[in-house]
């Protein structure tokens, strides 16, 4: 049975930093995990993606400078580290994995989902 669960979530002041962390279950040795993101109004966009396999790390460019990503493939976790929140980066950030062979560098096609987690950054 597939298992994925998120925490961390919270409310921090823009310049801080959150750690958000996600435990995924079911799907062997061999599996790719990722975050994604979705703020209100907005469609839900791509944050990172790992593969345990080769151990790659994909950080969309737009955020590498302030977020980064540690995983623990042996524990199924994988961590993703904020700093310097902005207000833009308010959203409810999703954790999502499925097999290799299903998905993309970025994780496209990621079809097992966390429930979410909110991150809100007040000004």
């Known amino acids: 049975e597939v298992q994925i669960v998120e925490s961390g979530g919270g409310a921090v002041q823009a310049g801080g930093s959150l750690t958000l962390s996600c435990s995924a279950s079911?799907?062997?040795?061999?599996?790719?995990i990722g975050w994604f993101r979705q703020a209100p109004g907005k469609e839900r966009e791509a944050v990172s993606c790992s593969d345990s396999a080769d151990g790659s790390t994909y950080v969309a460019h737009s955020m590498k400078d302030r977020f980064s990503v540690s995983t623990d493939f042996a524990k199924n976790t994988v961590h993703l580290h904020m700093k310097m929140l902005q207000s833009e980066d308010t959203a409810v950030y999703y954790c999502g994995a499925d097999l290799p062979y299903r998905t993309t560098r970025t994780c496209d096609g990621i079809d097992y989902w966390g429930k979410g987690s909110l991150v809100a950054v007040s000004s």
């Open positions: 079911g799907f062997g040795d061999d599996y790719t």
